[in-house]
């Protein structure tokens, strides 16, 4: 019982991986670059989240609230591309990862200045609020966490693989400068992609608050994340989710079984043996490129 009660709660924890893995692979899937700010992104929209709705603040209802937030940080994500990211456009890819890194330190600066470094608490319906039976309890926070994720990754897949502008955005991922020749708008796309990195991130930040206190450093779990995306593939976004579901279960397991500091490293453990056996990652969608 005690193994099945730690599946679940890493389960919860993979699916939040797995959130912020879809902002990694989205971006990548459209502009081909990686966005190592995407946790920030997340801590970000998780503080405006509990800005809107806690009562202390401003005390809108939680329903209202979150959508509010999610909203804010498509805009936040779709100005960044249009204000910072695009100035990059035909440079080097290491050029974007040096300018998201640095997003990283001041989307905490910016957290940390309006609301402090100490942990604070989202007020939620789901708080304190379990399910259970014959010994086993999940936490409605963890079962929510659960459901959004596989309904927001269905959404998003479906969303890439068959509407024209999913299938724009991996056709400029192939090659820009072509998809933009043959007028594939690639400028709007870029924007579109990271307000969506941008409002996914969001949710994961909810769902992330909804099970504990937040604080700007949690921004440092999309270090995590990357490696779920590395794991599923980079190119694949039901990927990134088994990466993140393999990481979150992983976790738990190895803190409870293995004895020392090796348990940490378990992420990144897995991710160095897939590197190595399947550098592609597991669902491995990347393609050569036709020039």
């Known amino acids: ?7 679940i709660g890493g389960l919860a924890n993979g699916c939040i991986y797995g959130l912020v893995a879809l902002g990694f692979v989205m971006i990548y899937k459209s502009s081909e670059g990686v966005n ?24 809108l209802p939680f329903w209202l609230a979150v959508p509010l937030a999610i909203a804010i940080m498509f805009g936040v994500g779709w100005g960044v591309e249009r204000v910072v990211v695009r100035k ?36 939620t319906p ?8 014959g010994g086993l309890v999940i936490s409605l926070a963890d079962l929510v966490a659960i459901v959004v994720t596989l309904v927001l990754t269905l959404v998003l897949w479906l969303f890439f693989a068959r509407t024209k502008v999913g299938l724009a955005a991996q056709a400029a991922s192939q090659n820009q400068m072509a998809a933009y020749i043959v007028g594939v708008p690639v400028m709007r796309i870029n924007s579109l ?12 930040g909810v769902l992330y608050a909804t099970r504990g206190a937040i604080d700007p450093n949690i921004g440092l779990l999309g270090i995590k994340a990357f490696a779920a995306a590395v794991i599923g593939g ?32 378990s992420p990144y453990i897995i991710m160095l043996v897939v590197l190595v056996t399947r550098p592609g990652g597991l669902f491995a969608q990347m393609h050569a490129k036709k020039v």
């Open 193 to 204: 992609t990271w307000g969506l990195a941008g409002a996914v991130a969001t949710v994961a």
């Open 234 to 265: 980079l190119g694949s976004l039901p990927g990134a989710l088994i990466g993140g579901l393999i990481i979150g279960v992983v976790e738990p397991l190895a803190g409870r079984y293995i004895p020392g500091e090796l348990s940490k490293m």
């Open 126 to 133: 789901f708080a304190g609020r379990n399910l259970g039976g």
């Open 88 to 123: 990059l456009f035909g440079q080097p890819q290491f050029a974007l990862v040096i300018l998201t890194i640095a997003l990283g330190f001041v989307f905490r600066f910016v957290a940390g200045s309006i609301w402090g470094y100490s942990p604070l608490v989202l007020e």
């Open 36 to 59: 190592f700010a995407q946790g920030d992104m997340m801590m970000l929209g998780a503080f405006i989240a509990l800005g809107l709705g806690n009562a202390d603040e401003l005390g």
């Open 1 to 7: 019982m005690e193994v099945i009660q730690l599946i």
